[in-house]
Structure formats: C-alpha cells, structure tokens
C-alpha cells in the first residue's frame, strides 16, 4: 500500500463539499455567481482526478493515496480511503460526467433553457455537489461503514433532483426510485451489521476483513443480499423498473450522472465488497445471477427497440448495457471482470453523452416522441454527429470503446457461460437495430415541416420551431465526451492496465481462474 503527502483524495471529497456550502451561502438572486462555482468545482474535481490517474503506481499492488483517521475507535469506525485502479477508474469517470453536467445545466438555467421556468438554481446545485460528494466517496471507501454513509449519501439527492426540476410523472418516478434504492439498501446495511459481528474482529476496516476468510455459511446467506442490495441500483431484472422511469423525468444533469456514475455504485459495490469478501458465495450464486444478467441484456434491448419516447429508448438502453456490465462480473475471471470494468466506463460516458444530446434535442424541437422528429441532421450537424458516435459505441463498432468493452465481456463470459454468452449475444444485434431506428428517425428522414432554420420563420408564427445548431456551452461538454469514446475504442490499454492489478487482487481471494 502506498502512502502520500498530500490528501487528494480528501481535496476532492472537500472540494464538493465546499462546492455545496458556498452554493447554500450565495444568495438566491446570484444565478451567475452559483453556476460559476458549480462550473469551477466541478472542474477542480476534474482536476484532481487526472492528478490521481496521472500520479497512480500501475507497477504497484494494492490500494494508493491511503488516508487513515480513527473516527470512533470504540466500535470499530475509521475514516479510510484509498484507491486502486477500479476506484480510480470510476473516479475519473464521475469528475468528467460531473463537469460536463454542471455545464449542461448551467446553460439549461438560463431563460428560456429546460431549467429557467423552474428556476432555483441555488439548491439545484446545492444537491448536485452532495450526490456527487457521495459519489467519490463510494469509490473510495475503505471502511464499510463510510462506504455505506457515502452510498445513501448520494442515493437520497436523487428525489428532490427529480420530484422537483424533473418533467412528466416526476413525482412518481422520484418517489418509486427512491422506494426501490431504499430497498437495496436494507440489504445492503443487512449484509455490512452481519459481517461485523460475524467477523470477531469489531471492526468495519475492509482491509481488515477482506484478510480473513469468512465462515461458509454466513457467506452463502450474506452474498445474494449484497448482489441484490447492489444490484437493485445496477438495473438488475426483475428490479429494474425504477430506472427508466427514473431516467425519463430527471433533467439533463441528473440523467448523466444517474445513468453515467450512480447506476455504476450498485456494480462497483458487488466488485469491491461482495466478491473479495465473500468469494465462495459468489462461486455458488454467480451462475444463477448470471442468468438474470442475460435477462437484462435481451429484455432492455427488446423494450428500448419498443419505445416511442427518445428518453425512455436511452433508458432502457442502460438496463441492457448494464445487463453486460452484471455479467461480465457474474464471469469471475480476469477477462470478464475487466471488461465490466471497462464497460461501466465506457457506458458511462457513453450514457452521460446521450442524456445530454437528449436535453438538447428535447430544447430545440419541445418533444420526445422519435415519430415528431426529423431531418435534424439539416439544422444540427454537430448534434446529428455526436449522437450518431455516441450510438455507434453503442451498438459496439470497432475503434469505440464500447466495443473492447463488450468484447473482453463476451470473451470472459463465454468461457464461464457458453450459452448464456451465446443468449447474450442477441441483445447487442438487437441494439444495432433500435440504434440505427433512432438516428433514422431523429437525424436523417425528411426534414419535419414545422423545423426551420434560425432567421427562417416569421414573427408570431407558432407553426414553425426555429432548430439551430448546438452552441459552444454545450459542444464543449459533448467533445469531452466524444474524445473519451474514441481515445479509449482506439487506445484501450489506457485503462485495461489501470484495471488489471484490482481484478488480479479480487481474482486471488476467489482462487482463480485467472
């Protein structure tokens, strides 16, 4: 384990944190000064995340830029952080969805914007740092009781995100999430006390746990409560239903990082705490869960090739792709697991691009349904590119990362499960047809009689929307994203070897294969 001077970890924690104060501090009028300190936070957090992946040891085992601080001794609570190359993988991935959000919303708060008529600013941005301070702290908790503290710190957000700024059935969507979330986490809170006291040791130290080896049957009780737990926040069928909903009447921002980092804590919780820590239970659930993996693989992809809604096609899109990030660790080997790794980024960025061009599209033309556009492509060159990027990672195209991702997936499952994989396989040629459907539909059918140019339609008429192209505040964002979708397709071992020492040391506690 490697020691450091300074504590990036805790900057970064802090740095959304202080975020959040001064935000809360501000007054209310200050629309110009709150989304200024949204941008900037969010860009130091940007910051010091590269810092992390720039300083991380990839020579090195174990966990780096440890923190260690007795928060109550007396039972077993300490405040321990620290990272190896799945964490920070993960970290890098919510400090760029981040930034590219609170630019989003910055420019939807303007009037006007799909922001400005709800307004409030202030407390928007106010539950957008503490959800992503939760975030971070998911990722690099080394004690159970802080990763838990951390988790529902960024779950809870979630509903007033929704219920307030959100559109259609937001109360509903934000309340059924946040039902469905608590759920998970009662399983979770469940699997953590129960470790604890089985453990003998009086201590929620994951390093300290994760060096004993737990009793059998308390592993095979413990283990489905910590899959399902995690896994309700994954988009795990039959439990998945929170989601779409959840994603459909979030605004832009929220979407981004409900899709792009808080679905990725519900995988990231089963990598980090339920394999190394229960190793024989996942050897004995691993093939059942498998099995329902697949499930969420074909049945996203069928219902998103069913929906007329642009929001709910993304939507459902991300419970099939996180169908494949849930089976690749259902694999438990070192090509399956790396490549989940690898998917829950590149869906990220992926996802977190989408919600984004959807806020955009959804700005110009006042609609969702796939059958009231078209022809943008005329009007929105720069959009009709990004979006058609963004779904050829989608469907997995060679030189995208979303195609190493699902290669190294398939490759690892096959070898676990041959005809699952083979099953699996379906739901990747069904997302090329409802891809290709949606850039037909949005992008490249005939131009929709009502769309004109900017300067093209008369004074008073409400017959005709005015659809320019995107403006700098949001091709900004959506570069950031794009790079990331081709740099990694074309130079995946930029983050294969960040993840590979984890999953090696994950691989070690379950006794192989490698």
């Not at 991380?56 to 174990?62: H, L, V």
């Not at 939807?108 to 409030?120: C, I, N, S, Y």
């Not at 999430?177 to 009086?202: D, E, N, P, R």
Request: hydrophobic content about 55%; overall charge positive; charged content about 10%.
């Amino acid at each position: 384990m490697m020691a450091t001077q300074f504590p990036y970890i805790t900057a970064i924690l802090a740095t959304t944190l202080i975020g959040a104060l001064v935000t809360i501090l501000l007054p209310e009028k200050k629309h110009l000064a709150i989304k200024l300190t949204a941008v900037i936070s969010s860009f130091i957090t940007l910051v010091l995340s590269f810092i992390l992946f720039l300083f991380f040891d990839r020579t090195a085992n174990g966990f780096q830029f440890i923190e260690k601080t007795p928060w109550l001794p007396q039972i077993g609570i300490t405040y321990h952080v620290g990272i190896d190359g799945i964490g920070l993988s993960m970290i890098l991935l919510t400090g760029v969805i981040f930034f590219a959000g609170a630019l989003i919303s910055s420019h939807e708060f303007k009037p006007g914007g799909l922001l400005g008529a709800v307004g409030r600013p202030k407390e928007f941005f106010a539950l957008l740092f503490i959800l992503v301070a939760g975030v971070f702290g998911v990722f690099v908790s080394l004690d159970l009781f802080f990763l838990f503290l951390f988790y529902e710190m960024a779950v809870l957000p979630m509903y007033l995100l929704i219920a307030i700024w959100g559109t259609g059935k937001k109360e509903y969507s934000a309340m059924k999430l946040t039902l469905y979330l608590l759920l998970g986490s009662t399983f979770i809170l469940v699997g953590i006390l129960a470790i604890f006291f089985a453990s003998g040791l009086k201590t929620f130290d994951w390093v300290s746990l994760n060096s004993i080896a737990l009793p059998k049957n308390l592993q095979l009780f413990i283990f489905p409560l910590f899959f399902v737990g995690f896994g309700i926040l994954a988009g795990l069928w039959p439990f998945h239903t929170w989601s779409p909903d959840g994603h459909a009447s979030a605004p832009s921002a929220v979407s981004m990082l409900h899709a792009g980092v808080l679905m990725k804590l519900g995988a990231f919780g089963i990598i980090r705490v339920a394999l190394p820590l229960l190793p024989y239970g996942a050897q004995v659930y691993c093939p059942f869960f498998a099995s329902l993996t697949v499930v969420n693989i074909v049945y996203g992809a069928l219902v998103a090739l069913a929906q007329k809604d642009l929001k709910y096609v993304i939507a459902y899109s991300s419970v099939s792709h996180m169908g494949i990030v849930m089976f690749g660790i259902c694999s438990l080997n070192s090509l399956g697991i790396s490549g989940s790794v690898f998917q829950m980024f590149s869906h990220g960025v992926m996802t977190g691009l989408f919600f984004a061009l959807v806020g955009c599209i959804y700005g110009r033309t006042h609609t969702r349904t796939l059958s009231e556009m078209g022809g943008l492509a005329k009007l929105a060159p720069f959009l009709a590119v990004a979006f058609s990027i963004g779904g050829l990672a989608s469907l997995g195209l060679p030189g995208t990362s979303g195609f190493v991702a699902e290669l190294l997936v398939l490759l690892g499952a096959f070898r676990a499960y041959p005809v699952l994989t083979v099953i699996a396989a379906t739901g990747i040629v069904i997302t090329a047809i409802y891809v290709l459907r949606v850039l037909q539909n949005i992008f490249f059918a005939g131009l929709k009689d009502r769309f004109v140019a900017p300067g093209a339609g008369h004074k008073g008429d409400h017959h005709h929307i005015e659809i320019s192209d995107a403006v700098m505040a949001e091709r900004w964002p959506l570069s950031i994203l794009l790079a990331l979708l081709v740099v990694l397709g074309v130079y995946p071992s930029l983050l294969i070897n960040l993840i590979n020492p984890g999953v090696t040391a994950i691989l070690q506690k379950l006794g192989g294969p490698f």
